[in-house]
């Protein structure tokens, strides 16, 4: 009995060891980066682009996702450094609604609590996929202001 209880307890005692170990290790490093406030417009043959959603992902992995006003003016708290961006306008555009699932949160089933406002403008499809999109942009505290301008 007491061998058991010896091996039991061993086991949870290295099993706190490798949690600790594991906490410890998570510290500030390659796990984590600065994000800076970052502002701009989206334009797209030299109109704003009424609303939708911005996305930066920077080359260590970390993305922000940021919203586009019904003026063509988005704010992201961007990761700072090179980052591709994204820029997506798909979730207003009333022909193409979908089946959605549930939602969550207040609110109907399906149906986005806080949903992105503005005005649909169909802007080339390259631009909502990270592997496709040409936008880049360097984040720094000397670069806080980007304009994003999409080209066919």
Do not use: Q, W
């Not at 086991?11 to 998570?26: A, D, H, I, R, Y």
């Amino acid at each position: 009995m007491h061998r058991f209880l010896l091996t039991r307890s061993t086991c949870g005692l290295v099993m706190l060891c490798c949690v600790v170990n594991l906490t410890v290790g998570c510290g500030k490093g390659k796990h984590s980066t600065d994000h800076i406030d970052v502002t701009g417009t989206v334009t797209y043959k030299g109109a704003p682009v009424t609303g939708g959603r911005v996305t930066f992902l920077s080359d260590d992995g970390f993305s922000a996702p940021g919203r586009i006003d019904e003026e063509g003016n988005y704010t992201v708290k961007a990761p700072v450094g090179h980052s591709k961006v994204t820029v997506d306008t798909s979730m207003l555009d009333k022909s193409n609604r979908g089946a959605k699932m549930g939602g969550k949160g207040v609110g109907k089933p399906g149906e986005d609590p806080d949903p992105i406002k503005g005005t649909f403008v169909r802007i080339p499809t390259k631009y909502k996929n990270f592997e496709t999109t040409d936008l880049s942009a360097t984040v720094s505290k000397d670069n806080k202001n980007i304009p994003l301008e999409l080209k066919d």
